[in-house]
């Protein structure tokens, strides 16, 4: 990684709020932000579009090979079924192959020549950027992650059933920890944050505190103006 990218890696189970905190660290330290799942949605919803199994290893690591990183703005990405499918090949080691050099490249050269990027997903402190430079791992218990989805789908016009968002959680939950190719889990050097009792705004002023304490550039170093 060069000395001039400066690398944040989020990491968190399905709706820990890893993305709005991403998202909104990245504008506020002026760096790239990617969303790594939705790499991964990308290759769920090419195989669920062209009537395939997500679950065929051939198929998918064919549809992450030829993924089109142009493509990541459709709406339909972020639909349900497209996150379930993304969680299903999220388990095939050839896809997560597929995508690592992606990643590692938008790391190390961040487009439009920021300082430095903000990475979300499950493995990107563990396998991706194992050298970032400020590691996150955020975390809140699953009920707490079921109603804030809820409210979410709620406030965008969806009926939810009863229980459904919270069983769908567990289920991806075991399917993301549980895999045996680069599962979710918190890297030795992580600093946690739980966010079971916070708000989003809490959660932000800890991370940015923390991403603070991570940077040695001092005055005019990469994340010294905030
Ligand atoms: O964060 P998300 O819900 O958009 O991610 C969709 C799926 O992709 C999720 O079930 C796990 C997987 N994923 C992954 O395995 N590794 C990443 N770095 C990002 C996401």
């Given at each position: 990684m060069p000395a001039s990218s400066f690398v944040v890696a989020i990491d968190g189970p399905t709706a820990s709020g890893k993305g709005t905190l991403a998202k909104r660290?990245?504008?506020h330290l002026g760096f790239a932000h990617l969303d790594s799942g939705l790499l991964y949605r990308a290759v769920g919803l090419a195989l669920l579009r062209a009537?395939?199994?997500p679950a065929d290893p051939q198929?998918?690591?064919?549809?992450?090979?030829s993924l089109d990183p142009g493509g990541l703005g459709d709406p339909a990405l972020r639909a349900e079924a497209t996150g379930r499918a993304?969680?299903?090949v999220a388990a095939i080691p050839e896809v997560r192959a597929a995508l690592l050099d992606f990643q590692r490249r938008f790391a190390s050269s961040p487009p439009g020549a920021a300082a430095g990027v903000v990475i979300d997903g499950r493995?990107?402190?563990t396998v991706v950027c194992p050298a970032a430079d400020a590691k996150i791992f955020l975390d809140a218990g699953v009920e707490i992650r079921a109603a804030r989805r809820e409210k979410e789908l709620r406030d965008k016009g969806a009926a939810?059933?009863?229980g459904a968002v919270l069983r769908d959680l567990q289920e991806r939950d075991a399917r993301d920890r549980n895999r045996a190719a680069s599962p979710l889990m918190r890297a030795d050097d992580?600093?946690?944050l739980d966010t079971t009792d916070m708000d989003a705004d809490?959660?932000?002023a800890e991370a940015l505190a923390y991403i603070r304490s991570r940077s040695s550039g001092g005055p005019g170093g990469p994340v010294a103006e905030m």
């Open positions: 660290l990245a504008r009537g395939k199994d198929s998918a690591a064919a549809a992450a090979r993304a969680s299903v493995d990107i402190g939810t059933i009863e992580a600093f946690v809490q959660a932000f």
